[in-house]
């Protein structure tokens, strides 16, 4: 049984920061990549940043220069370092875990964007 537990959602206001993480717990072998997702309403789930074993990063380019992820491979976690916060980034943020034969999410976090 594998969990993807995240934490570090909430209410910030425009310009601020919050940190969110994401931890892979239980039979989980061999990860591939570990990335974040976000689903504002209305819209459909797009990537905003991944990062694969070997420490390659992929970001969106609304993010680019803003967002910063990460991961600690011996803990099977990845955070996400998010500044410059604009009411556009309001959503439900998923953390996803890959290896060959698996591909996990987790429940999502909120974040709110708003003065």
């Known amino acids: 049984q594998v969990q993807l537990v995240e934490s570090g959602g909430g209410l910030v206001q425009p310009g601020g920061s919050l940190r969110l993480s994401c931890a892979a717990s239980g039979s989980i072998f061999s990860i591939y990549a570990m990335g974040w997702y976000r689903q504002a309403p209305g819209k459909e789930r797009e990537l905003v940043a991944a990062?694969?074993?070997?420490?390659?990063?992929n970001y969106a380019d609304s993010v680019k220069g803003r967002f910063t992820i990460s991961r600690d491979g011996a803990k099977n976690t990845v955070h996400l370092q998010m500044n410059s916060l604009e009411p556009e980034d309001t959503a439900v943020y998923y953390c996803?875990?890959?290896?060959?034969?698996?591909?996990?999410w987790g429940q999502g976090t909120q974040v709110t964007v708003s003065s």
């Open positions: 996803r875990v890959k290896g060959d034969e698996y591909d996990y």
């Open positions: 990062i694969t074993r070997g420490g390659r990063t």
